[in-house]
């Protein structure tokens, strides 16, 4: 067993400490905010596993890390006995009649990018009306079955009462890291030293990060009793693209911008018209829902938007996971890990 500590429980630290726990081993997790608190960006992020549509804008390596996460999610979600948090519904992408030019070359990139995205099935309204009733008003779409989504929410509630109350684990709240060494952090200028230590502080791993840089995006929480869609979809869309991803009692994530800033301050009124009035245009029911909450964050990413993994003498970095955390971060977690000495079960 070894004494381990997670400069930064946000998605990834989680991810890296549930790993751990079922090696066997004592943790020290360290986060500036508390357990509960919503600095991480895995409390905002609406938690597609869209490793097919994310392909539009990233390289193949995204697509078989999803595919390989998508396996690794449901055995972290069954450690948290939250199996329903997981679903594989697949994922729909539609678009107004006059933007059929957006989908179309929207998927013949896919299916450029990759051969798995032949698969994707091209529905008329008939078909996408026996999938989705409540999407009844659109006349074409496409429907991508392996896709899926991660109660985020929910992933990081119960992580957070799972790891509180861990035999093997201390969590010091509110404690801001000022430096991550090889085998030690610094706290309030006294260094702590462990047998390892890994650096999943996101955005906050700046400082020795250089060309890390946050990607600003905002999401709006609907409550909508008069729409029923049951999978993520997708609205393609020349200026901006929208994704709705349903969670339980008609909540919707209405999600998400892209801005190049790092300002987390709250949903400027554009963002807010541009979601709005896309939702809208999705179904008229969303009319009458009620803006339940607004959320803004900022996603860690580097030049070329991919994951990165550092691995020095007792020290693990593990960063950049930009807009896929969700879809990365088991896969990318297990490929740190069995870099490392740790990986030796109960060792
Ligand atoms: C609006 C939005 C929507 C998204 N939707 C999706 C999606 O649908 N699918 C998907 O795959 N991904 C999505 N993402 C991306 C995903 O949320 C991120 O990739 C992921 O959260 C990055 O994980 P992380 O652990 O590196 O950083 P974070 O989750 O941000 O965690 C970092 C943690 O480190 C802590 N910390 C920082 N500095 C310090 C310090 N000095 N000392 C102590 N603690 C510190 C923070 O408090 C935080 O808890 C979305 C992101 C956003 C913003």
Request: glycine residues 6%; negative net charge.
């Amino acid at each position: 067993m070894m004494n381990i500590a997670i400069a930064g429980v946000g998605l990834v630290g989680r991810v890296v400490a549930l790993n751990l726990l079922a090696k066997g081993h004592q943790l020290t997790l360290f986060d500036e905010d508390s357990a509960y608190g919503e600095k991480s960006a895995g409390v905002t992020a609406a938690g597609m596993l869209a490793m097919f549509a994310e392909l539009e804008t990233a390289e193949s390596i995204i697509y078989e890390k999803g595919c390989r996460s998508t396996c690794l999610w449901q055995d972290l979600l069954n450690q948290l006995d939250i199996n329903e948090a997981y679903q594989q519904k697949g994922t729909i992408i539609t678009a107004h009649p006059q933007d059929y030019g957006e989908l179309e070359h929207f998927i013949e990139t896919l299916k450029f990018k990759i051969k798995d995205a032949l698969e994707i099935k091209s529905l008329n309204k008939e078909e996408l009306y026996a999938l989705e009733p409540d999407l009844e008003q659109h006349h074409k779409a496409f429907y991508i079955p392996q896709e899926g989504q991660v109660d985020a929410q929910q992933f990081m509630k119960t992580s957070s009462d799972y790891l509180l109350t861990h035999k093997h684990v201390t969590w010091h709240q509110r404690v801001k890291v000022e430096e991550v060494k090889e085998g030690a952090l610094v706290i309030n200028g006294t260094k702590k030293s462990f047998d390892w230590v890994f650096d999943t502080r996101g955005l906050g791993a700046n400082e020795v990060i250089k060309e890390l840089r946050g990607v600003r995006g905002e999401v709006i929480w609907l409550d909508a009793p008069e729409v029923t869609i049951t999978r993520p979809t997708r609205m393609l869309h020349p200026r901006y693209k929208i994704y709705i991803v349903p969670r339980p009692n008609n909540r919707y994530i209405i999600g998400a911008t892209e801005i190049e800033s790092e300002d987390k301050s709250d949903i400027s009124v554009r963002s807010s018209l541009e979601l709005l009035s896309a939702v809208y245009s999705v179904h008229s029911g969303f009319g009458e829902a009620r803006v339940v909450k607004t959320m803004t964050n900022c996603r860690p990413a580097l030049k070329d938007n991919l994951p990165f993994i550092e691995q020095g003498s007792k020290l693990t970095r593990i960063n950049g996971l930009y807009r896929h955390g969700y879809l990365l971060a088991p896969a990318i977690v297990e490929e740190a890990l069995n870099k490392g000495v740790y990986k030796h079960d109960k060792d």
